[in-house]
T-cell receptor, first 109, second 117 residues
Framework: GQNIDQPTEMTATEGAIVQINCTYQTSGFNGLFWYQQHAGEAPTFLSYNVLDGLEEKGRFSSFLSRSKGYSYLLLKELQMKDSASYLCAVTDSNYQLIWGAGTKLIIKP | DADVTQTPRNRITKTGKRIMLECSQT?????MYWYRQDPGLGLRLIYY???????NKGEISDGYSVSRQAQAKFSLSLESAIPNQTALYFCATSDLTSGRAGNNEQFFGPGTRLTVL
């Protein structure tokens, strides 16, 4: 079956750095997305990786290793507004998005 | 601005009632999706459509039906609502050439919070 694993919840301090991991087992691979979702709101696009390596975009970076079925999202200089759920999703061989359950990130002052 | 909209935003109904949730998009995307989200379970796909009148079952289609009569509209129906269908419902759109990823990035509507008593 298809499976995406990410931690249920993480806590970090304002101004610090946090890494959210995602491991996946899917039928085929055509890219990995990270979305941010604030409570009760729609998910919004953060990043996309299809090749191995690190993609940096301001305070957020995303890394992919296809051979290991592994990705992480790195958030730097954490701000209170970064408190949200972070969803990992993989596009499979049929171009369907397979979603992880999300990681709830709690930022403390 | 191009957008994905959902109506209603909130709905409270009783067991056994028929409910329809509407989704409209101005993005010109061919693909549309309906998801439900329950606490701790992430997004689960109910139905999806790749074109007008194309309907495909997702992971949890039982108890739901959909209609795609126009490119811009995709409606979700609960023929006889039950309490375990209480959830947050999202519509999403995509196109194989859409978004910054250029590869099936999905754009979400604001969600419909449905409560079945």
């Amino acid at each position: 079956g298809q499976n995406i694993d990410q931690p249920t919840e993480m806590t970090a301090t304002e101004g610090a750095i946090v890494q959210i991991n995602c491991t996946y087992q899917t039928s085929g691979f055509n890219g990995l997305f990270w979305y941010q979702q604030h409570a009760g709101e729609a998910p919004t696009f953060l990043s996309y990786n299809v090749l191995d390596g690190l993609e940096e975009k301001g305070r957020f970076s995303s890394f992919l290793s296809r051979s290991k079925g592994y990705s992480y999202l790195l958030l730097k200089e954490l701000q209170m507004k970064d408190s949200a759920s972070y969803l990992c999703a993989v596009t499979d061989s049929n171009y369907q998005l397979i979603w992880g359950a999300g990681t709830k990130l709690i930022i403390k002052p | 601005d191009a957008d994905v909209t959902q109506t209603p935003r909130n709905r409270i109904t009783k067991t056994g009632k028929r409910i329809m949730l509407e989704c409209s998009q101005t993005k010109g995307h061919d693909r549309m999706y309906w998801y439900r989200q329950d606490p701790g379970l992430g997004l689960r796909l109910i139905y999806y459509s790749f074109d007008v009148k194309d309907i495909n079952k997702g992971e949890i289609s039982d108890g739901y039906s959909v209609s795609r009569q126009a490119q811009a509209k995709f409606s979700l129906s609960l023929e006889s609502a039950i309490p375990n269908q209480t959830a947050l419902y999202f519509c999403a759109t995509s196109d194989l050439t859409s978004g910054r990823a250029g590869n099936n990035e999905q754009f979400f509507g604001p969600g419909t919070r449905l409560t079945v008593l």
